[in-house]
């Protein structure tokens, strides 16, 4: 009775429901931030990165990074300010990513296509390795790791801006106690 009158019951942090995730089952759940925060120990070469890319890229990226089944990787730097539709911009690491450490978690998340997330840090970084340097935005004899690829500077980085209007977006009801309206179900 003194619980309920004091309104103790209702002010528990926990619900009870669900479980804490056991130690390491989150390790797969990482953010690799543009300053190089986030990225993991380990290291890789560009040669080791050509024989990793021979084995599981060159099948869609094609043999020179030119692309075949997927994207090219390389080439196109200063076609994103081209206006004329005759000569359209390439998209390409190499052309558009701002930031080297962008290419390590988009490779270490979803690539290879075919079994995403099944490349060792070490592999990434080496095949990362093995990009910028036929992209010729690191020397041949590079080794990557965490400081060495946050210090890499790539060709766009300048070519995004912020936006100056943060003040111009709709202001965010962040209420805790503001209910959530649900829709109805459409009608039959």
């Not at 994103?80 to 930031?99: F, Q, R």
């Not at 450490?101 to 080496?126: C, E, H, N, W």
């Amino acid at each position: 009775l003194l619980c309920t009158a004091s309104g103790a019951d209702g002010q528990r942090s926990t619900y009870g429901i669900g479980t804490s995730p056991a130690p390491g089952e989150l390790d797969h759940f990482f953010a690799v931030l543009p300053d190089g925060r986030g990225l993991p120990p380990g290291s890789g070469s560009v040669e080791q990165g050509k024989v990793i890319y021979q084995q599981q890229c060159v099948a869609c990226h094609g043999a020179n990074l030119q692309g075949g089944l997927a994207d090219r990787l390389i080439g196109g730097r200063g076609t994103l300010a081209n206006d004329d539709p005759a000569k359209p911009p390439m998209k390409t690491i190499e052309s558009y990513w701002p930031y080297a450490t962008t290419i390590f978690d988009y490779v270490k998340r979803a690539m290879p296509l075919a079994s995403p997330g099944s490349l060792s840090d070490d592999q990434v970084y080496a095949v990362t390795a093995y990009i910028l340097s036929q992209a010729k935005i690191v020397p041949a004899d590079i080794v990557l790791n965490a400081s060495t690829l946050a210090a890499v500077r790539m060709p766009n980085r300048d070519g995004f801006i912020p936006d100056p209007r943060p003040d111009k977006l709709p202001a965010i009801d962040k209420s805790p106690h503001k209910s959530l309206a649900i829709a109805p179900p459409p009608a039959k």
